[in-house]
Protein backbone atom coordinates (compact mmCIF):
# COMPACT_ATOMS: atom_id res chain seq x y z
CA UNK A 1 0.00 0.00 0.00
CA UNK A 2 1.25 3.62 -0.91
CA UNK A 3 2.69 5.14 2.23
CA UNK A 4 1.93 8.52 0.63
CA UNK A 5 -1.37 10.47 2.59
CA UNK A 6 -1.92 13.43 0.42
CA UNK A 7 -4.09 16.08 1.40
CA UNK A 8 -5.20 16.24 -2.08
CA UNK A 9 -8.56 16.09 -4.29
CA UNK A 10 -10.10 17.96 -6.97
CA UNK A 11 -12.99 20.07 -5.19
CA UNK A 12 -15.31 19.52 -8.34
CA UNK A 13 -16.15 16.34 -10.19
CA UNK A 14 -15.22 15.53 -13.49
CA UNK A 15 -18.16 16.55 -15.50
CA UNK A 16 -19.19 14.01 -18.22
CA UNK A 17 -18.83 15.29 -22.01
CA UNK A 18 -21.54 15.99 -23.79
CA UNK A 19 -20.53 14.59 -26.73
CA UNK A 20 -18.08 12.48 -27.68
CA UNK A 21 -16.71 10.32 -30.99
CA UNK A 22 -17.93 7.14 -30.71
CA UNK A 23 -16.61 4.17 -29.29
CA UNK A 24 -17.43 1.57 -30.95
CA UNK A 25 -14.23 -0.49 -32.14
CA UNK A 26 -13.76 -2.20 -35.62
CA UNK A 27 -13.18 -5.21 -35.99
CA UNK A 28 -9.51 -6.42 -34.72
CA UNK A 29 -6.74 -6.71 -37.68
CA UNK A 30 -5.94 -10.06 -38.25
CA UNK A 31 -2.07 -9.91 -36.78
CA UNK A 32 -2.30 -8.88 -33.49
CA UNK A 33 -0.18 -6.10 -32.03
CA UNK A 34 1.43 -5.41 -28.95
CA UNK A 35 2.58 -1.84 -30.35
CA UNK A 36 1.28 1.30 -28.63
CA UNK A 37 2.82 3.57 -31.40
CA UNK A 38 0.03 5.21 -33.65
CA UNK A 39 1.33 5.41 -37.07
CA UNK A 40 0.68 7.92 -39.72
CA UNK A 41 -1.90 7.49 -41.81
CA UNK A 42 -2.35 8.74 -45.18
CA UNK A 43 -4.76 11.65 -46.23
CA UNK A 44 -5.71 14.84 -45.61
CA UNK A 45 -9.69 16.75 -44.97
CA UNK A 46 -7.97 19.20 -42.46
CA UNK A 47 -10.68 20.74 -40.52
CA UNK A 48 -10.48 24.63 -39.60
CA UNK A 49 -9.16 23.48 -36.45
CA UNK A 50 -6.31 21.23 -37.43
CA UNK A 51 -5.35 24.44 -39.30
CA UNK A 52 -4.77 26.49 -36.58
CA UNK A 53 -1.63 28.57 -35.57
CA UNK A 54 -2.69 28.72 -32.27
CA UNK A 55 -3.24 24.64 -31.80
CA UNK A 56 0.23 24.33 -33.89
CA UNK A 57 1.86 26.55 -31.08
CA UNK A 58 0.53 25.32 -28.33
CA UNK A 59 2.00 21.56 -30.10
CA UNK A 60 5.24 23.05 -30.17
CA UNK A 61 5.46 24.81 -26.71
CA UNK A 62 4.20 21.09 -25.32
CA UNK A 63 7.12 19.66 -27.14
CA UNK A 64 9.65 22.27 -25.95
CA UNK A 65 8.81 22.03 -22.34
CA UNK A 66 6.60 24.55 -21.73
CA UNK A 67 3.19 23.63 -21.73
CA UNK A 68 -0.09 25.44 -22.40
CA UNK A 69 -2.39 22.77 -20.47
CA UNK A 70 -4.37 20.82 -22.48
CA UNK A 71 -4.00 21.54 -26.32
CA UNK A 72 -7.37 23.24 -27.50
CA UNK A 73 -6.75 25.70 -30.29
CA UNK A 74 -7.86 28.18 -27.66
CA UNK A 75 -5.76 31.44 -26.80
CA UNK A 76 -6.56 30.65 -23.07
CA UNK A 77 -4.63 31.86 -20.16
CA UNK A 78 -2.61 29.45 -19.64
CA UNK A 79 -1.45 29.16 -23.23
CA UNK A 80 -0.28 32.73 -22.72
CA UNK A 81 1.94 31.69 -20.18
CA UNK A 82 3.29 28.96 -21.85
CA UNK A 83 4.54 31.55 -24.49
CA UNK A 84 5.46 34.04 -22.08
CA UNK A 85 7.62 31.12 -20.58
CA UNK A 86 9.30 30.03 -23.45
CA UNK A 87 10.22 33.79 -24.60
CA UNK A 88 11.99 33.85 -21.07
CA UNK A 89 13.73 30.95 -21.35
CA UNK A 90 14.86 32.16 -25.54
CA UNK A 91 16.09 36.04 -24.20
CA UNK A 92 12.84 37.10 -26.64
CA UNK A 93 10.49 40.27 -24.86
CA UNK A 94 8.22 39.02 -22.80
CA UNK A 95 4.92 39.57 -24.46
CA UNK A 96 2.78 36.50 -23.91
CA UNK A 97 1.31 36.76 -27.70
CA UNK A 98 2.91 34.91 -30.40
CA UNK A 99 4.55 38.09 -32.54
CA UNK A 100 6.92 37.10 -35.20
CA UNK A 101 9.89 36.83 -33.29
CA UNK A 102 8.27 33.87 -31.21
CA UNK A 103 7.06 32.16 -34.14
CA UNK A 104 10.71 31.89 -36.11
CA UNK A 105 12.03 30.72 -32.58
CA UNK A 106 9.40 28.53 -31.74
CA UNK A 107 8.89 26.74 -35.18
CA UNK A 108 12.76 26.10 -36.19
CA UNK A 109 13.48 23.06 -35.59
CA UNK A 110 10.41 21.85 -33.76
CA UNK A 111 7.58 21.25 -36.69
CA UNK A 112 4.78 22.96 -38.04
CA UNK A 113 2.28 20.71 -37.99
CA UNK A 114 -0.70 20.88 -35.46
CA UNK A 115 -2.38 17.62 -36.43
CA UNK A 116 -1.69 14.69 -37.75
CA UNK A 117 -3.62 11.66 -39.01
CA UNK A 118 -3.06 7.85 -37.11
CA UNK A 119 -4.38 4.65 -36.61
CA UNK A 120 -5.37 3.68 -33.56
CA UNK A 121 -2.97 0.45 -32.50
CA UNK A 122 -5.24 -2.73 -30.91
CA UNK A 123 -2.89 -2.74 -27.54
CA UNK A 124 -4.02 0.55 -27.30
CA UNK A 125 -7.85 0.24 -28.46
CA UNK A 126 -7.77 -2.85 -25.70
CA UNK A 127 -7.53 -0.42 -23.16
CA UNK A 128 -8.90 -1.62 -20.19
CA UNK A 129 -11.40 0.55 -20.02
CA UNK A 130 -13.61 1.31 -17.04
CA UNK A 131 -16.97 2.65 -18.24
CA UNK A 132 -18.61 2.40 -14.72
CA UNK A 133 -15.87 4.24 -12.76
CA UNK A 134 -17.59 6.73 -10.30
CA UNK A 135 -16.70 10.15 -10.49
CA UNK A 136 -16.78 10.42 -6.87
CA UNK A 137 -13.76 9.55 -4.88
CA UNK A 138 -15.33 7.80 -1.95
CA UNK A 139 -17.17 5.78 -4.76
CA UNK A 140 -14.26 4.30 -6.69
CA UNK A 141 -12.79 1.51 -3.53
CA UNK A 142 -13.62 -1.80 -4.70
CA UNK A 143 -12.13 -1.03 -8.42
CA UNK A 144 -9.03 -3.22 -9.12
CA UNK A 145 -7.70 -0.08 -11.47
CA UNK A 146 -8.99 3.85 -11.70
CA UNK A 147 -8.75 3.27 -15.34
CA UNK A 148 -9.86 6.00 -18.61
CA UNK A 149 -13.72 5.48 -18.73
CA UNK A 150 -13.41 5.29 -22.91
CA UNK A 151 -11.03 5.25 -25.74
CA UNK A 152 -11.69 9.08 -26.29
CA UNK A 153 -10.58 10.16 -23.12
CA UNK A 154 -7.62 7.69 -23.03
CA UNK A 155 -6.87 8.94 -27.05
CA UNK A 156 -7.75 12.89 -25.21
CA UNK A 157 -4.68 12.22 -22.69
CA UNK A 158 -2.51 10.64 -25.51
CA UNK A 159 -2.68 13.36 -27.34
CA UNK A 160 -2.71 16.20 -24.60
CA UNK A 161 -5.80 17.31 -25.27
CA UNK A 162 -10.00 17.40 -24.33
CA UNK A 163 -12.35 14.61 -25.61
CA UNK A 164 -14.67 18.11 -27.02
CA UNK A 165 -11.57 19.06 -29.23
CA UNK A 166 -11.24 15.53 -30.64
CA UNK A 167 -14.93 16.12 -31.60
CA UNK A 168 -14.03 19.21 -33.10
CA UNK A 169 -10.97 17.59 -35.29
CA UNK A 170 -12.75 14.09 -36.55
CA UNK A 171 -16.95 15.03 -36.25
CA UNK A 172 -19.21 13.48 -33.33
CA UNK A 173 -19.58 10.45 -35.41
CA UNK A 174 -16.19 8.95 -35.73
CA UNK A 175 -15.75 5.56 -34.89
CA UNK A 176 -13.02 4.65 -32.57
CA UNK A 177 -11.20 1.16 -32.66
CA UNK A 178 -8.24 -0.61 -33.35
CA UNK A 179 -7.18 -0.23 -36.71
CA UNK A 180 -9.40 3.44 -37.28
CA UNK A 181 -8.25 6.66 -38.61
CA UNK A 182 -8.51 9.89 -36.02
CA UNK A 183 -6.97 12.95 -36.07
CA UNK A 184 -5.37 14.27 -33.37
CA UNK A 185 -2.73 17.18 -32.05
CA UNK A 186 0.71 16.48 -33.30
CA UNK A 187 2.57 14.84 -30.48
CA UNK A 188 4.91 12.06 -31.05
CA UNK A 189 5.48 9.16 -30.43
CA UNK A 190 7.39 8.12 -27.49
CA UNK A 191 10.07 4.37 -27.13
CA UNK A 192 8.99 2.60 -24.44
CA UNK A 193 11.48 3.31 -21.48
CA UNK A 194 13.62 0.27 -20.08
CA UNK A 195 13.19 1.27 -15.93
CA UNK A 196 14.65 -1.63 -13.62
CA UNK A 197 12.46 -2.98 -11.42
CA UNK A 198 9.64 -0.78 -13.12
CA UNK A 199 7.03 -2.75 -11.01
CA UNK A 200 4.49 -0.20 -11.64
CA UNK A 201 4.36 -0.19 -15.03
CA UNK A 202 5.57 3.53 -14.96
CA UNK A 203 7.26 3.13 -18.51
CA UNK A 204 3.93 1.87 -20.57
CA UNK A 205 2.80 4.48 -18.71
CA UNK A 206 4.86 7.28 -20.02
CA UNK A 207 4.12 5.51 -23.50
CA UNK A 208 0.40 5.59 -23.16
CA UNK A 209 0.91 9.59 -22.13
CA UNK A 210 2.97 10.52 -25.32
CA UNK A 211 5.60 11.74 -22.30
CA UNK A 212 9.36 10.48 -22.67
CA UNK A 213 11.51 9.11 -20.09
CA UNK A 214 14.49 11.14 -21.29
CA UNK A 215 14.08 14.88 -20.14
CA UNK A 216 16.52 17.61 -18.70
CA UNK A 217 17.39 17.64 -14.80
CA UNK A 218 15.84 20.17 -12.39
CA UNK A 219 17.53 21.38 -9.75
CA UNK A 220 15.49 23.90 -8.64
CA UNK A 221 10.98 23.87 -8.65
CA UNK A 222 9.53 27.03 -8.25
CA UNK A 223 5.62 27.06 -8.01
CA UNK A 224 3.86 30.83 -8.01
CA UNK A 225 0.48 31.16 -6.50
CA UNK A 226 -0.47 33.93 -8.46
CA UNK A 227 0.59 32.73 -11.83
CA UNK A 228 -0.80 29.55 -11.28
CA UNK A 229 2.71 28.17 -12.50
CA UNK A 230 5.23 25.69 -11.96
CA UNK A 231 8.91 26.45 -13.41
CA UNK A 232 12.02 24.13 -13.32
CA UNK A 233 15.55 25.40 -13.72
CA UNK A 234 18.64 23.41 -14.17
CA UNK A 235 21.69 23.44 -12.14
CA UNK A 236 23.05 26.45 -13.47
CA UNK A 237 19.73 28.50 -12.54
CA UNK A 238 18.28 28.03 -16.73
CA UNK A 239 14.60 27.52 -17.01
CA UNK A 240 13.87 24.79 -18.87
CA UNK A 241 10.52 24.05 -18.41
CA UNK A 242 7.00 25.40 -17.47
CA UNK A 243 3.78 23.82 -16.69
CA UNK A 244 0.31 25.25 -15.56
CA UNK A 245 -0.97 23.94 -12.11
CA UNK A 246 -3.89 24.12 -9.68
CA UNK A 247 -2.49 25.27 -5.93
CA UNK A 248 -4.73 25.30 -2.77
CA UNK A 249 -8.11 26.72 -2.09
CA UNK A 250 -9.15 29.50 1.00
CA UNK A 251 -10.03 26.06 2.85
CA UNK A 252 -6.09 24.44 2.11
CA UNK A 253 -3.76 27.30 1.33
CA UNK A 254 -0.48 26.18 -0.74
CA UNK A 255 2.24 25.93 2.20
CA UNK A 256 4.24 29.28 0.94
CA UNK A 257 8.16 28.55 1.79
CA UNK A 258 11.01 26.04 0.85
CA UNK A 259 11.16 22.49 0.58
CA UNK A 260 12.50 20.05 -0.85
CA UNK A 261 11.32 16.44 -2.47
CA UNK A 262 11.89 13.21 -1.43
CA UNK A 263 10.68 10.88 -3.59
CA UNK A 264 7.51 9.32 -5.86
CA UNK A 265 5.10 7.37 -6.22
CA UNK A 266 4.53 5.98 -9.59
CA UNK A 267 1.26 4.91 -10.42
CA UNK A 268 -0.09 5.25 -7.00
CA UNK A 269 -2.43 3.94 -4.58
CA UNK A 270 -4.54 6.19 -3.04
CA UNK A 271 -5.61 6.32 0.72
CA UNK A 272 -8.68 8.29 1.19
CA UNK A 273 -8.87 9.36 4.73
CA UNK A 274 -11.78 11.68 5.53
CA UNK A 275 -10.63 13.68 8.32
CA UNK A 276 -8.22 15.41 6.15
CA UNK A 277 -10.77 16.53 3.60
CA UNK A 278 -12.69 19.77 4.66
CA UNK A 279 -16.10 18.95 2.00
CA UNK A 280 -15.99 15.29 2.96
CA UNK A 281 -19.30 14.31 3.17
CA UNK A 282 -20.82 12.96 7.01
CA UNK A 283 -20.42 9.17 7.13
CA UNK A 284 -17.62 9.07 4.28
CA UNK A 285 -14.87 6.09 5.47
CA UNK A 286 -11.19 5.70 5.26
CA UNK A 287 -10.71 3.65 2.00
CA UNK A 288 -7.61 2.39 -0.03
CA UNK A 289 -7.97 3.19 -4.09
CA UNK A 290 -6.41 1.39 -6.70
CA UNK A 291 -3.73 3.37 -9.02
CA UNK A 292 -4.96 4.84 -12.07
CA UNK A 293 -5.19 8.06 -14.22
CA UNK A 294 -8.76 8.73 -13.03
CA UNK A 295 -7.71 8.30 -9.33
CA UNK A 296 -7.44 11.20 -7.09
CA UNK A 297 -3.64 12.24 -7.55
CA UNK A 298 -3.28 10.96 -11.17
CA UNK A 299 -0.40 9.01 -12.47
CA UNK A 300 2.17 9.90 -9.82
CA UNK A 301 2.34 11.49 -6.73
CA UNK A 302 5.62 13.52 -5.74
CA UNK A 303 6.29 13.52 -2.45
CA UNK A 304 7.34 16.80 -0.32
CA UNK A 305 9.02 17.29 2.61
CA UNK A 306 6.12 19.12 4.03
CA UNK A 307 3.90 16.40 5.77
CA UNK A 308 0.35 15.35 3.30
CA UNK A 309 1.35 17.89 0.61
CA UNK A 310 2.60 16.86 -2.83
CA UNK A 311 2.68 17.00 -6.40
CA UNK A 312 0.91 15.10 -8.50
CA UNK A 313 -1.81 14.38 -11.63
CA UNK A 314 -5.02 14.31 -11.78
CA UNK A 315 -7.89 13.25 -13.54
CA UNK A 316 -9.33 16.22 -14.62
CA UNK A 317 -7.13 17.82 -17.25
CA UNK A 318 -9.27 20.61 -18.88
CA UNK A 319 -9.79 22.54 -15.03
CA UNK A 320 -5.88 23.21 -14.16
CA UNK A 321 -5.93 26.15 -13.24
CA UNK A 322 -9.80 26.45 -13.11
CA UNK A 323 -10.23 24.74 -9.93
CA UNK A 324 -9.03 24.59 -6.27
CA UNK A 325 -7.34 21.84 -4.75
CA UNK A 326 -7.10 20.75 -1.00
CA UNK A 327 -3.65 22.46 -0.92
CA UNK A 328 -1.33 20.33 -3.19
CA UNK A 329 0.29 21.47 -6.61
CA UNK A 330 -2.01 19.72 -9.32
CA UNK A 331 -0.99 19.39 -12.72
CA UNK A 332 -2.35 17.22 -15.89
CA UNK A 333 -1.52 13.43 -15.72
CA UNK A 334 1.28 14.11 -18.80
CA UNK A 335 2.88 17.33 -17.31
CA UNK A 336 3.04 15.39 -14.02
CA UNK A 337 4.63 12.72 -15.69
CA UNK A 338 7.06 14.90 -17.18
CA UNK A 339 8.15 16.78 -14.06
CA UNK A 340 8.52 13.72 -12.63
CA UNK A 341 10.88 12.61 -14.87
CA UNK A 342 13.00 16.10 -14.38
CA UNK A 343 13.06 15.87 -10.59
CA UNK A 344 14.33 13.66 -7.97
CA UNK A 345 15.22 13.46 -4.27
CA UNK A 346 16.34 16.81 -3.05
CA UNK A 347 15.39 18.40 -5.78
CA UNK A 348 14.44 22.22 -3.91
CA UNK A 349 10.89 23.42 -3.70
CA UNK A 350 9.47 26.83 -3.89
CA UNK A 351 6.26 27.70 -3.22
CA UNK A 352 5.50 31.42 -3.67
CA UNK A 353 2.86 33.90 -3.65
Known amino acids: MNRYLPLCLSVLALAATACSPRDEPAPPPSARSDTLAFADAPGGGETESADSL???AQVALDRLGFSPGV???KEGQSYKLALAGFQQARGIPETGALDQQ???ALFTGSGTAATRLVVIPEAFARGPFVRELPHRTSEQAG???????SMTEALAERFHTTPDTLVALNGANTRLGAGRTVRVPAIANVPLATIEGDESGWAETLQRLGVAADQPVAERIVVDKSEGTLRAYDK???LIGQ???TTGSEHDPLPLGTWKIKGEARNPDYQYNPDLFWDAKPGDKA???APGPNGPVGVVWIDLSKEHYGIHGTPEPQKIGR????GCVRLTNWDAARVAQMVHAGTAVLFQA
Do not use: A, N, W
Request: proline residues 3%; without cysteine; positive net charge.
Open 54 to 56: IMR
Open 71 to 73: IDG
Open 102 to 104: TQQ
Open 143 to 149: FERLGYR
Open 236 to 238: DDK
Open 243 to 245: FPV
Open 287 to 289: KRL
Open 323 to 326: TESH
